[in-house]
């Protein structure tokens, strides 16, 4: 076993602060740009399935990393002094973003069919307002179920999915972050289904809802938060219904 120093392993974790900080931040400069400069009817008009998938995983990089960063980043600190766990940190990361690869998957078949029925704006929201008003009541609800607090207690603690044993091996840091990313995407799938109320190429939507996933994540009294947040989805919700 080499072991290396603990300059190194600062070294090591400052480059993987690095690391995340940039694809966070090159995901939200290509999002702005694309957004910028796609108009708005020739998205309407045609559907490219791998460009609209590559849009959707780009999103979720953007949106959930921050989120998951701290995460990442004890359980970079965690690992023990040896070089061969160097990468660990990298194939926990990728575990996670493959497991909202599935996810951008899903979003990317939805989006296409509701793209044929026509039931999308120029903007990619939710034409009319009984679509939009019954997936912001689904998204209420759904904030107040089992599911999404025993998801959410175990996507805001990571660590404690690792009692069982912190991984040594690279198939298993892979297997432990794609177990994370199933976790916080089991919580978050309702929150990102609503890019389709306000606009899938909407910024304003994905800075707002950015903040509310980081905020969950992060705030201690995190289920009265939740469940404070199903009350206002619930009555916007209402409200477009009755209008």
């Known amino acids: 076993m080499q072991v290396i120093s603990l300059q190194t392993l600062r070294h090591g974790r400052a ?21 910028g400069r796609m108009p708005a009817m020739d998205i309407a008009m045609i559907f490219h399935p791998w460009a609209t998938f590559a849009m959707w995983m780009v999103m979720m990089i953007g949106m ?21 766990g ?5 194939l926990f990361t990728l575990g996670y973003l493959l497991a909202w690869a599935g996810y951008s998957a899903l979003a990317t078949t ?17 034409s009319g307002n009984l679509l939009a008003g019954l997936l912001l009541m689904t998204a209420g609800v759904f904030q107040w179920t089992p599911w999404k607090q025993a998801c959410l207690r175990r996507c805001r603690s990571p660590l404690g999915m690792l009692a069982e044993g ?21 919580s978050c799938w309702a929150l990102m289904a609503l890019m ?15 903040l509310i996933i980081l905020l969950e994540k992060v705030i201690a009294p995190w289920k009265r938060l939740s469940d404070m947040l199903g009350l206002v989805l ?6 477009l219904l009755i209008m």
Do not use: D, N
């Not at 160097?86 to 990298?90: D, K, N, Q, S």
């Open 15 to 35: 480059l993987l602060l690095a690391c995340l900080a940039l694809a966070i931040a090159f995901s939200w400069w290509h999002l702005i740009h694309m957004t």
């Open 64 to 84: 959930m990393l921050p989120g998951a960063a701290p995460g990442i980043l004890m359980f970079a600190a965690s690992r023990p002094r040896e070089s061969k």
């Open 86 to 90: 160097e990468t660990l940190p990298y």
């Open 110 to 126: 939805a989006q296409w069919g509701l793209h044929t029925q026509g039931l999308l704006t120029p903007s990619q929201a939710l």
């Open 166 to 186: 912190l991984p040594t091996k690279r198939h298993r840091a892979l297997t432990a972050g794609l177990r994370l990313g199933l976790y916080c995407a089991g």
């Open 196 to 210: 389709f109320v306000g606009g899938i190429m909407s910024l304003a939507w994905m800075a707002l809802l950015t």
């Open 234 to 239: 619930m009555a916007y919700g209402s409200w």
